[in-house]
Protein backbone atom coordinates (compact mmCIF):
# COMPACT_ATOMS: atom_id res chain seq x y z
CA UNK A 1 0.00 0.00 0.00
CA UNK A 2 1.06 3.51 -0.74
CA UNK A 3 0.14 6.82 0.91
CA UNK A 4 0.29 10.28 -0.73
CA UNK A 5 -0.19 13.60 0.28
CA UNK A 6 -0.46 15.78 -3.10
CA UNK A 7 -2.62 15.62 -5.62
CA UNK A 8 -0.57 15.27 -8.30
CA UNK A 9 1.30 11.54 -6.72
CA UNK A 10 -2.88 10.43 -6.62
CA UNK A 11 -3.45 11.15 -10.03
CA UNK A 12 -0.08 9.31 -11.29
CA UNK A 13 -0.64 6.36 -9.08
CA UNK A 14 -4.51 6.22 -10.30
CA UNK A 15 -3.54 6.73 -13.70
CA UNK A 16 -0.56 3.69 -13.59
CA UNK A 17 -4.02 1.44 -12.30
CA UNK A 18 -5.83 2.27 -15.22
CA UNK A 19 -3.03 2.12 -17.61
CA UNK A 20 -3.39 -1.64 -16.61
CA UNK A 21 -6.98 -2.23 -16.59
CA UNK A 22 -7.81 -1.49 -13.37
CA UNK A 23 -11.07 -0.08 -12.54
CA UNK A 24 -10.88 2.52 -9.85
CA UNK A 25 -12.81 2.22 -6.15
CA UNK A 26 -12.95 5.23 -3.70
CA UNK A 27 -13.96 5.27 0.37
CA UNK A 28 -13.77 9.05 1.00
CA UNK A 29 -13.31 9.36 5.09
CA UNK A 30 -12.07 11.59 7.79
CA UNK A 31 -10.22 9.46 9.13
CA UNK A 32 -10.28 8.16 12.95
CA UNK A 33 -11.35 4.85 11.31
CA UNK A 34 -13.17 1.67 12.69
CA UNK A 35 -14.91 -1.47 11.46
CA UNK A 36 -17.75 0.37 10.27
CA UNK A 37 -14.82 1.99 7.55
CA UNK A 38 -13.42 -1.26 7.59
CA UNK A 39 -17.15 -2.64 5.85
CA UNK A 40 -16.82 0.45 3.37
CA UNK A 41 -13.34 -0.93 2.03
CA UNK A 42 -14.76 -4.31 2.33
CA UNK A 43 -17.68 -3.54 0.20
CA UNK A 44 -14.82 -1.73 -2.71
CA UNK A 45 -13.47 -4.99 -2.93
CA UNK A 46 -14.01 -6.15 -6.84
CA UNK A 47 -10.96 -8.16 -7.63
CA UNK A 48 -10.59 -5.70 -11.20
CA UNK A 49 -10.37 -2.66 -8.34
CA UNK A 50 -7.68 -0.17 -7.25
CA UNK A 51 -8.60 0.67 -4.15
CA UNK A 52 -7.96 4.19 -3.15
CA UNK A 53 -8.75 5.67 0.98
CA UNK A 54 -9.14 8.91 1.12
CA UNK A 55 -8.46 10.04 4.63
CA UNK A 56 -9.10 14.24 5.11
CA UNK A 57 -10.30 16.18 7.77
CA UNK A 58 -12.27 18.21 6.25
CA UNK A 59 -12.19 21.86 7.90
CA UNK A 60 -15.00 23.56 6.10
CA UNK A 61 -17.61 20.85 6.65
CA UNK A 62 -17.72 21.18 10.50
CA UNK A 63 -20.22 23.82 12.06
CA UNK A 64 -18.93 23.96 15.75
CA UNK A 65 -14.96 24.58 16.23
CA UNK A 66 -15.03 22.21 19.17
CA UNK A 67 -16.31 19.68 16.96
CA UNK A 68 -13.73 19.85 14.81
CA UNK A 69 -10.99 20.27 17.60
CA UNK A 70 -12.23 17.30 19.00
CA UNK A 71 -12.02 15.61 15.99
CA UNK A 72 -8.38 13.28 16.67
CA UNK A 73 -7.17 11.25 14.20
CA UNK A 74 -4.03 9.00 14.19
CA UNK A 75 -2.69 8.53 10.56
CA UNK A 76 -0.64 5.51 11.93
CA UNK A 77 -2.98 3.97 12.84
CA UNK A 78 -5.17 4.57 10.06
CA UNK A 79 -2.56 3.37 7.87
CA UNK A 80 -2.46 0.31 9.38
CA UNK A 81 -5.78 -0.14 9.49
CA UNK A 82 -6.18 0.33 5.71
CA UNK A 83 -3.12 -1.64 5.05
CA UNK A 84 -4.39 -5.02 7.09
CA UNK A 85 -7.43 -4.53 4.30
CA UNK A 86 -5.89 -4.45 1.21
CA UNK A 87 -6.02 -0.98 -0.24
CA UNK A 88 -3.87 -0.05 -2.65
CA UNK A 89 -3.90 3.62 -2.32
CA UNK A 90 -4.04 5.99 0.93
CA UNK A 91 -4.17 10.02 -0.23
CA UNK A 92 -3.92 11.86 2.99
CA UNK A 93 -3.59 16.22 2.09
CA UNK A 94 -2.78 18.43 4.25
CA UNK A 95 -5.68 21.03 4.37
CA UNK A 96 -3.17 23.98 2.40
CA UNK A 97 -3.47 21.12 -0.47
CA UNK A 98 -7.02 21.01 -0.88
CA UNK A 99 -7.67 24.71 0.08
CA UNK A 100 -4.31 26.23 -1.36
CA UNK A 101 -6.83 29.79 -1.23
CA UNK A 102 -10.63 30.21 -0.04
CA UNK A 103 -12.56 28.79 -2.42
CA UNK A 104 -14.82 30.80 -4.72
CA UNK A 105 -16.79 27.65 -6.07
CA UNK A 106 -19.00 25.82 -4.09
CA UNK A 107 -21.68 22.97 -4.71
CA UNK A 108 -25.01 23.34 -3.54
CA UNK A 109 -27.68 20.69 -3.55
CA UNK A 110 -30.66 22.26 -2.59
CA UNK A 111 -34.09 20.84 -0.77
CA UNK A 112 -32.44 18.32 0.12
CA UNK A 113 -30.22 20.07 2.10
CA UNK A 114 -32.92 21.28 3.97
CA UNK A 115 -34.09 18.75 5.94
CA UNK A 116 -32.95 17.00 8.81
CA UNK A 117 -29.50 17.72 9.97
CA UNK A 118 -29.52 21.05 7.41
CA UNK A 119 -30.95 23.54 9.33
CA UNK A 120 -29.08 22.44 12.60
CA UNK A 121 -25.81 22.45 10.73
CA UNK A 122 -25.78 25.22 8.27
CA UNK A 123 -23.32 25.20 4.82
CA UNK A 124 -22.52 21.64 6.41
CA UNK A 125 -23.69 19.70 3.17
CA UNK A 126 -22.68 22.36 0.79
CA UNK A 127 -18.79 21.89 2.43
CA UNK A 128 -19.30 17.89 1.60
CA UNK A 129 -20.74 18.29 -1.49
CA UNK A 130 -17.51 21.23 -2.40
CA UNK A 131 -15.01 18.33 -0.83
CA UNK A 132 -16.11 15.70 -2.09
CA UNK A 133 -16.40 16.68 -5.67
CA UNK A 134 -12.87 17.66 -5.42
CA UNK A 135 -12.00 14.29 -4.39
CA UNK A 136 -13.77 13.02 -7.14
CA UNK A 137 -12.16 15.55 -9.75
CA UNK A 138 -8.59 13.84 -7.98
CA UNK A 139 -9.18 10.73 -8.13
CA UNK A 140 -11.77 10.22 -11.06
CA UNK A 141 -13.06 7.08 -9.39
CA UNK A 142 -15.70 4.14 -11.39
CA UNK A 143 -17.14 3.79 -7.63
CA UNK A 144 -17.48 5.54 -4.56
CA UNK A 145 -18.58 3.94 -1.06
CA UNK A 146 -20.69 5.91 1.29
CA UNK A 147 -22.53 5.00 4.76
CA UNK A 148 -26.61 4.97 4.83
CA UNK A 149 -25.70 5.88 8.17
CA UNK A 150 -25.01 9.11 7.23
CA UNK A 151 -28.12 8.69 5.41
CA UNK A 152 -28.95 12.62 3.96
CA UNK A 153 -24.85 13.02 2.96
CA UNK A 154 -25.85 9.83 0.78
CA UNK A 155 -28.82 11.36 -1.03
CA UNK A 156 -26.70 14.56 -1.18
CA UNK A 157 -23.63 13.24 -2.93
CA UNK A 158 -26.55 11.06 -5.19
CA UNK A 159 -28.15 14.01 -6.37
CA UNK A 160 -24.95 15.71 -6.99
CA UNK A 161 -23.06 13.07 -9.42
CA UNK A 162 -26.73 12.82 -11.26
CA UNK A 163 -27.34 16.23 -11.77
CA UNK A 164 -23.69 17.06 -12.65
CA UNK A 165 -23.57 14.15 -14.64
CA UNK A 166 -20.37 12.44 -12.84
CA UNK A 167 -19.56 9.30 -14.23
CA UNK A 168 -19.44 7.23 -11.17
CA UNK A 169 -21.61 4.70 -9.23
CA UNK A 170 -22.07 5.50 -5.54
CA UNK A 171 -22.46 2.53 -3.93
CA UNK A 172 -24.81 2.77 -0.44
CA UNK A 173 -23.64 0.65 2.09
CA UNK A 174 -25.85 -0.42 5.19
CA UNK A 175 -25.17 1.14 8.62
CA UNK A 176 -22.53 -1.02 11.18
CA UNK A 177 -24.16 -1.51 14.83
CA UNK A 178 -22.47 -2.68 17.87
CA UNK A 179 -24.14 -5.74 19.24
CA UNK A 180 -26.51 -3.41 21.31
CA UNK A 181 -27.98 -1.85 18.63
CA UNK A 182 -25.50 1.50 18.36
CA UNK A 183 -24.61 2.41 15.18
CA UNK A 184 -20.72 2.65 14.24
CA UNK A 185 -19.34 6.62 14.33
CA UNK A 186 -16.26 8.25 14.94
CA UNK A 187 -17.91 9.87 17.47
CA UNK A 188 -19.00 7.09 20.08
CA UNK A 189 -15.18 7.13 21.51
CA UNK A 190 -16.34 10.58 22.74
CA UNK A 191 -19.31 9.15 25.07
CA UNK A 192 -18.49 8.80 28.76
CA UNK A 193 -18.93 4.77 29.65
CA UNK A 194 -22.70 6.15 31.27
CA UNK A 195 -23.52 7.89 27.71
CA UNK A 196 -22.07 4.85 26.02
CA UNK A 197 -24.77 2.99 27.73
CA UNK A 198 -27.62 4.95 27.09
CA UNK A 199 -26.58 5.16 23.75
CA UNK A 200 -28.29 2.11 22.12
CA UNK A 201 -31.44 3.58 23.20
CA UNK A 202 -31.63 6.25 19.79
CA UNK A 203 -31.98 2.56 17.70
CA UNK A 204 -33.94 1.31 20.17
CA UNK A 205 -36.31 4.56 19.49
CA UNK A 206 -36.11 3.95 15.79
CA UNK A 207 -36.84 0.57 16.01
CA UNK A 208 -39.90 0.97 17.89
CA UNK A 209 -41.43 3.53 15.07
CA UNK A 210 -40.56 0.47 12.63
CA UNK A 211 -42.69 -1.68 14.65
CA UNK A 212 -45.53 0.99 15.01
CA UNK A 213 -45.86 1.24 11.31
CA UNK A 214 -45.97 -2.56 11.12
CA UNK A 215 -48.48 -2.82 13.05
CA UNK A 216 -50.65 -0.91 11.00
CA UNK A 217 -49.89 2.99 11.76
CA UNK A 218 -49.40 5.01 9.05
CA UNK A 219 -49.61 8.54 11.07
CA UNK A 220 -46.21 10.28 10.87
CA UNK A 221 -46.89 12.15 14.36
CA UNK A 222 -48.22 8.55 15.87
CA UNK A 223 -45.09 7.25 14.84
CA UNK A 224 -42.72 9.79 15.93
CA UNK A 225 -44.17 10.38 18.75
CA UNK A 226 -43.86 6.17 20.15
CA UNK A 227 -40.15 6.88 19.08
CA UNK A 228 -39.78 10.10 21.41
CA UNK A 229 -41.76 8.15 24.36
CA UNK A 230 -38.58 5.57 24.03
CA UNK A 231 -36.46 8.38 24.43
CA UNK A 232 -37.81 9.95 26.85
CA UNK A 233 -36.91 7.10 29.13
CA UNK A 234 -33.23 8.64 29.12
CA UNK A 235 -33.77 12.11 30.28
CA UNK A 236 -30.34 13.78 29.82
CA UNK A 237 -30.83 13.00 26.14
CA UNK A 238 -31.27 15.74 24.38
CA UNK A 239 -33.48 15.58 20.93
CA UNK A 240 -32.76 17.80 18.30
CA UNK A 241 -34.82 16.36 15.23
CA UNK A 242 -36.47 12.96 15.06
CA UNK A 243 -38.37 12.82 11.57
CA UNK A 244 -40.45 10.84 9.56
CA UNK A 245 -39.38 11.90 5.89
CA UNK A 246 -40.05 10.71 2.14
CA UNK A 247 -37.30 8.69 1.50
CA UNK A 248 -36.64 10.36 -1.92
CA UNK A 249 -36.76 14.38 -0.88
CA UNK A 250 -36.19 14.09 2.76
CA UNK A 251 -39.15 16.28 3.61
CA UNK A 252 -41.21 15.24 6.46
CA UNK A 253 -44.86 13.44 5.48
CA UNK A 254 -47.89 13.57 7.58
CA UNK A 255 -48.94 10.33 6.11
CA UNK A 256 -46.95 7.03 5.82
CA UNK A 257 -47.57 5.84 2.16
CA UNK A 258 -44.41 4.80 0.53
CA UNK A 259 -40.40 4.78 1.28
CA UNK A 260 -39.74 6.56 4.22
CA UNK A 261 -36.90 7.06 6.44
CA UNK A 262 -37.06 7.90 10.17
CA UNK A 263 -33.74 9.76 11.30
CA UNK A 264 -32.80 11.34 14.66
CA UNK A 265 -30.61 13.17 16.09
CA UNK A 266 -29.52 13.24 19.56
CA UNK A 267 -27.23 14.70 22.09
CA UNK A 268 -25.65 13.06 24.83
CA UNK A 269 -23.79 15.33 26.86
CA UNK A 270 -21.82 17.49 24.03
CA UNK A 271 -21.31 14.45 21.71
CA UNK A 272 -24.22 14.32 18.43
CA UNK A 273 -25.10 11.16 17.35
CA UNK A 274 -27.57 10.36 14.13
CA UNK A 275 -29.06 7.20 12.94
CA UNK A 276 -31.99 6.48 10.48
CA UNK A 277 -33.73 3.51 9.61
CA UNK A 278 -36.21 2.67 6.19
CA UNK A 279 -39.26 1.55 5.92
CA UNK A 280 -41.60 1.09 2.87
CA UNK A 281 -45.09 1.06 3.21
CA UNK A 282 -47.41 -0.08 0.45
CA UNK A 283 -51.23 0.58 0.11
O1 LIG B 1 -18.57 11.00 5.87
C1 LIG B 1 -17.45 11.54 5.97
O2 LIG B 1 -16.54 11.02 6.61
C2 LIG B 1 -17.23 12.90 5.30
O3 LIG B 1 -18.37 13.69 5.35
C3 LIG B 1 -16.69 12.79 3.86
C4 LIG B 1 -17.71 12.12 2.95
C5 LIG B 1 -15.39 12.01 3.85
C6 LIG B 1 -16.43 14.20 3.29
O4 LIG B 1 -15.49 14.89 4.06
Known amino acids: MTCVRTIAETRCHVAEARRTGLGIALVPTMGALHPGHGVLIDWARRPADFRVVSIF ?3 TQF ?5 FEAYAINLNADLEFCAARGVDLVFAPSAA ?13 TGLADHLCGPFRP ?3 QAV ?9 IVAPDRAYFGEKDAQQLAVIQRMVADLNMPIEIVPVPTVREPDGLALSSRNARLTPEQRAAAPILYRSLERALQSLAAGSRSASEVRQTALEVLAEIP ?10 DAATLAPVETVTGPVLIAAAVWLGATRLIDNVAADVRP
Open 123 to 125: GHF
Open 236 to 245: PLRVEYLEVV
Open 97 to 109: EMYPVPLSTRIEV
Open 57 to 59: VNP
Open 129 to 137: ATVVAKLFQ
Open 63 to 67: DRRED
